[in-house]
C-alpha cells in the first residue's frame, strides 16, 4: 500500500511540473538573433543563416506559445505564417527581418484564417538552421490558444 501511495504522489508531482509549461515568446526575443552569410550552391548565391542565443537554444522542442499576425500561405489550412507585424509591414514585403515571422503547423487543418487576424498559438518550438525553405522558426502540432480580450 505504502509504495502504491508513493508512486501516485511522484506521478501527481510529475504531472504537475509538466502539465501547462508551455513558455510564451515575445517576438523581440524571437527577433533578437545574429547571422552568418553562407553561400548556398540550389541558388548560386549567398543567404542568412541565424546562430540561435542559448536563450532560444534551450526552447527548441519545447511547448511555447506566439501571438501574432496571420498570413495564411496554404490552401489546405495545414501551414500559415504569424507574424510580429501586419501583411503591409511584415517580412514578405521588405520591411521586417526574417525572423519576425514563423511558420505555424497545425494540428488540425483551419481554411478559416484570414490576413491580418490577430491570434496566439502554441505548439513545439522547432529552430531552423539548414532548411533554406522554411523560416527560422516552425511552430509546430500547433493549436490555437483563445485569450481573454483586454
Known amino acids: 500500500m505504502r509504495s502504491i501511495l508513493t508512486f501516485l504522489f511522484a506521478f501527481v508531482i510529475v504531472s504537475k511540473t509538466t502539465v501547462g509549461q508551455?513558455?510564451?515568446?515575445a517576438w523581440r526575443t524571437l527577433e533578437n538573433?545574429?547571422?552568418s552569410k553562407k553561400y548556398v550552391e540550389e541558388i548560386k548565391g549567398y543567404m542568412l543563416f541565424p546562430k540561435f542565443p542559448m536563450e532560444l537554444k534551450k526552447l527548441h522542442g519545447k511547448i511555447v506559445r506566439v501571438t501574432g499576425f496571420t498570413i495564411p500561405v496554404d490552401e489546405s489550412g495545414k501551414r500559415l505564417a504569424l507574424s510580429a507585424y501586419p501583411y503591409a509591414a511584415c517580412f514578405f514585403c521588405g520591411k521586417a527581418g526574417p525572423a519576425s515571422v514563423l511558420t505555424v503547423k497545425l494540428?488540425?487543418?483551419n481554411t478559416g484564417y484570414r490576413v491580418d487576424q490577430w491570434k496566439t498559438?502554441?505548439?513545439k518550438l522547432v529552430l531552423n538552421e539548414t532548411d533554406i525553405h522554411e523560416f527560422y522558426y516552425i511552430l509546430d502540432d500547433a493549436k490555437e490558444v483563445k485569450t481573454k480580450e483586454k
Open 22 to 25: 508551455q513558455v510564451d515568446i
Open 33 to 35: 538573433i545574429d547571422f
Open 107 to 109: 494540428k488540425n487543418a
Open 121 to 123: 498559438f502554441e505548439g
